[in-house]
């Protein structure tokens, strides 16, 4: 009996994001903040500004996993620009790296988004350890 208290004590006291919903990552993207937070176990790890697409072009929405992830990537699409960090997410679509800082926080890309290479080096790494099938990737307004 005392068991079987202590254990309803224990599921009780289990934080609201435990489990299936709230293990591994997830990386939200506000397209209207040009922002990003990213959560690890359904807790706030990191928020980060993001270049996301320009006039012209669009960043698809939607939820999607990581379907391949490259420590350097060049487009062969735009010049062999590189791509640190990449993390293809829906056909050409990446969240990467970018040298172009100055303009995070604003849409400046052609439908990837672009991240300070430095958080692009975090995020991948923590997708790498926690894996793919462990993370999400959702993109809204």
Do not use: E
Not at 118 to 136: D, E, F, Q
């Amino acid at each position: 009996m005392r068991f079987a208290a202590l254990m309803i004590v224990l599921v009780l006291a289990l934080p609201v994001t435990a489990g299936a919903a709230g293990a591994g990552v997830t990386a939200r993207i506000d397209l209207s903040a040009q922002k990003m937070r990213v959560y690890s176990n359904g807790r706030l790890a990191y928020t980060w500004a993001v270049s996301t697409a320009r006039k012209g072009y669009r960043t698809p929405t939607g939820t999607y996993r990581p379907q391949r992830m490259h420590r350097m990537w060049y487009s062969r699409k735009y010049d062999m620009s590189p791509m640190p960090f990449s993390i293809f997410f829906r056909g050409g679509y990446a969240i990467h790296g970018t040298n172009a800082v100055r303009s995070l926080g604003r849409p400046a890309s052609h439908g990837c988004v672009r991240l300070h290479p430095a958080n692009a080096r975090k995020l991948y790494n923590l997708v790498k350890r926690s894996g793919p099938k462990n993370t999400r990737i959702v993109i809204d307004w």
